[in-house]
C-alpha cells in the first residue's frame, strides 16, 4: 500500500474507489433507506479520515470499511428518531423486477440475519471473513446464515 502521510488526499480518493459501492450497497441493505446510506457511507470515510489506520492489504481495508458501516447502521437503527419514523424507501435495489420479492424478504429479516445474508451473497465473503468482519465466532456467523435460509425457504414456500 502506498505511504499515507505523503499525499492523503490521494490515498482517501484511492480507498473510496475501490470501496465505495460495497461500502453503499451494505450500507443500503442494512438501512433500507437511501439517504440514510449515504450518511452511513459518509460517516465510514470520515471514520477513516479520523483514524488513518494503516492496512496490510486492501482486503483488509475493506473488511476494516465494512465492519465500520455495519456498526455505524447498528447504531443508527438503535438511536431513539429511528425507532419512531416509517421507513422512505418505495423501491430498492434490484437488477431484475423477480429480485423485488426477495430483496424485500431479505430486508424484513433481523438485522443480524440480514447483515450475514448481504454479506455472504452479495459481497461475496465467506463465513471466516464474515466472522472477522463483525467480531463473532465463525460458528455463529454459520448458525445465523442457516437459520436467515431457514427464514427464506419458508418465507417462500408461504
Known sequence: MTDQSIRPVDWIE?????NKDKVYRTALAIMHN???????????FIKLLEKQPHFESFEHEAAWLIRVTVNLCKSRLRSFT????????????AK???QHDLIQLVSSLPLKYKTVIHLYYYEGYSIKEIAGITGRKAST???????????LKGYLED
Open 14 to 18: 484511492g480507498v473510496v474507489q475501490r
Open 34 to 44: 437511501v439517504a440514510d446510506a449515504e450518511d452511513v457511507f459518509q460517516d465510514a
Open 82 to 93: 429511528r425507532k419512531n419514523t416509517q421507513p422512505l424507501l418505495d423501491s430498492y435495489p
Open 96 to 98: 431484475a423486477e423477480e
Open 141 to 151: 456467523i454459520g448458525n445465523h446464515l442457516a437459520r436467515a435460509r431457514l427464514k
